[in-house]
């Protein structure tokens, strides 16, 4: 007996037969993949990270910023305030000057006619005072931590290198020399010349120390006032900070002496 099955309509196919599905989509089973594909680009385009509100963005901007800072301070460039006239006229009161930190990272010494910048060996300063207010000296001590202002206990100084380790320094009459050779200066003030009515040595500079002066030479307290000191007057080189870069403010006396202060 003979059973007539219902007839298939033409494109439909059964569930599961894959030939039949092919034919039933439209393009294929290429269009649907580009179409799959689509949909799935769509759904990530449309749910893109929302930006950070401002109260968020502006912390971590200003933690990015002094951590720079921080690096630029640590081993680059730190800036220090000249407070006296004992570098006039090469360095004024008030000037900032940019000292090169990296420079004895890189193996750079000391050398005699080199303005730098060193810590207080002992007793070339008197005791800095201290801010009474606490929120203002909180701050202070941030800002110069991070290389933003100068340094919060202001122990530094700025001088030139006369003579290194080893070398004789004499000042007799008007005549400053070194190993006997007369030193030319003429970056001292006007005014002055390289003695400045104060005659010493012969003093041999011990391995290690440097022998400094200021430029102002009639009104600097510098190795020649310290000679019964540590060091005989000399500095050590572990306490120079790095030489005088540049003067990077206030923006009429800029002026640059070189990566190792030349």
């Known amino acids: 007996m003979a059973v007539n099955l219902p007839e298939t309509p033409s494109g439909t196919g059964v569930p599961g037969d894959s030939a039949s599905n092919a034919h039933a989509v439209p393009g294929g089973r290429a269009e649907a993949r580009r179409r799959a594909r689509g949909s799935r680009g769509r759904k990530a ?25 921080l690096l630029i301070k640590t081993c680059l ?8 006239g004992s570098m006039e006229n090469t360095l004024r ?27 207080d060996p002992g007793g070339w300063l008197p005791p800095q005072p201290t801010d009474p207010n606490p929120v203002t000296n909180a701050v202070g001590s941030v800002l110069s931590f991070v290389g933003l202002v100068p ?3 202001d122990n530094y100084l700025v001088k030139r290198v006369i003579a290194t380790g080893g070398q004789t320094v004499q000042c007799e009459g008007s005549t400053l020399s070194v190993d006997g050779r007369k030193v030319d200066e003429p970056y001292l ?8 009515g104060l005659d010493f040595g012969p003093v041999k500079v ?51 002496f070189g990566w190792t202060g030349r």
Not at 45 to 69: D, H
Not at 206 to 228: L, T
Request: with cysteine; charged share 20%.
């Open 93 to 119: 009161i008030g000037d900032r000057v940019g000292v090169n930190k990296l420079a004895p990272l890189t193996g750079w010494e000391p050398e005699p006619g080199q303005p730098v910048v060193f810590k």
């Open 206 to 256: 011990p391995s290690g120390y440097i022998w400094v002066e200021g430029d102002h030479r009639s009104d600097s307290a510098d190795s020649r006032y310290h000679q019964h000191g540590p060091g005989g007057g000399a500095v050590p080189v572990d306490n120079v900070v790095g030489p005088v870069s540049a003067v990077v403010w206030p923006l009429n006396h800029l002026d640059w």
């Open 45 to 69: 385009g449309g749910s893109g990270r929302r930006p950070r509100p401002w109260w968020i963005e502006l912390p971590v901007m200003a933690a990015v910023g002094l951590v720079v800072a």
């Open 151 to 153: 340094p919060k206990d």
């Open 189 to 196: 003030h006007p005014g002055d010349d390289s003695c400045a």
């Open 77 to 84: 460039f730190q800036v220090f305030t000249i407070p006296s």
